[in-house]
């Protein structure tokens, strides 16, 4: 079950690394780039595997 709970977070990360992305680009466009960059930040920092567990990340590539 362990598996299984930790790519559910892993995936759980990445989405919302997405959503911050998403989010940061419309800032960007709407002339907001502080807050843009702050949104990007925590896009990088999520999606690099820093709260990620590395078992979850791993499987999220196999896919």
Request: with cysteine.
């Amino acid at each position: 079950m362990r598996r299984h709970d930790d790519l559910h977070e892993g995936r759980r990360w990445l989405d919302t690394a997405r959503e911050d992305l998403r989010a940061a680009r419309m800032l960007r466009d709407a002339g907001m780039p502080a807050h843009a960059c702050f949104l990007a930040q925590q896009c990088a920092g999520k999606g690099s595997g820093r709260r990620v567990p590395a078992r979850a990340k791993l499987e999220a590539l196999r896919r």
